[in-house]
């Protein structure tokens, strides 16, 4: 399988910016990566993907505000979030699946998650 270790997230207040990264190894550029999220509370939801021949798709509540991008040649997973909600809040992880993937694909490798907290 792959391994995966997020970083990166911390305790904003709302309108601020946080920049997550995922280390992946075990992986390779022919992979599908993502990054998911669980609120408090509530069911993992998908948040970004990006496919080996780069096209990625967004969850309509993110479209605008966050970015995914990936190093191919380190197997780094980033997700740039700008002008973050408190509706932001949760445990983001990124996840890996080969070859393809979309918003609705089951994913098979997951990193441990990392806390995002935005404060009104």
């Known amino acids: 399988g792959v391994q995966l270790v997020e970083s990166g997230g911390g305790s904003v207040q709302a309108g601020g910016s946080l920049r997550l990264s995922c280390a992946a190894s075990g992986s390779g550029p022919n992979y599908c990566m993502g990054w998911f999220r669980q609120p408090p509370g509530k069911e993992r939801e998908a948040v970004a993907t990006?496919?080996?021949?780069?096209?990625?798709v967004y969850a309509a509540s993110v479209k605008g505000r966050f970015t995914i991008s990936r190093d191919s040649a380190n197997d780094i997973l980033f997700l740039q979030m700008n002008d973050l909600k408190p509706e932001d809040s949760g445990v983001y992880y990124c996840?890996?699946?080969?070859?393809?993937?979309?918003?609705?694909?089951?994913?098979?490798?997951w990193g441990q998650g990392t806390q995002v907290t935005v404060s009104s």
């Open positions: 996840a890996a699946r080969s070859p393809t993937c979309t918003l609705l694909s089951t994913f098979g490798d």
């Open positions: 990006i496919r080996w021949d780069g096209t990625i």
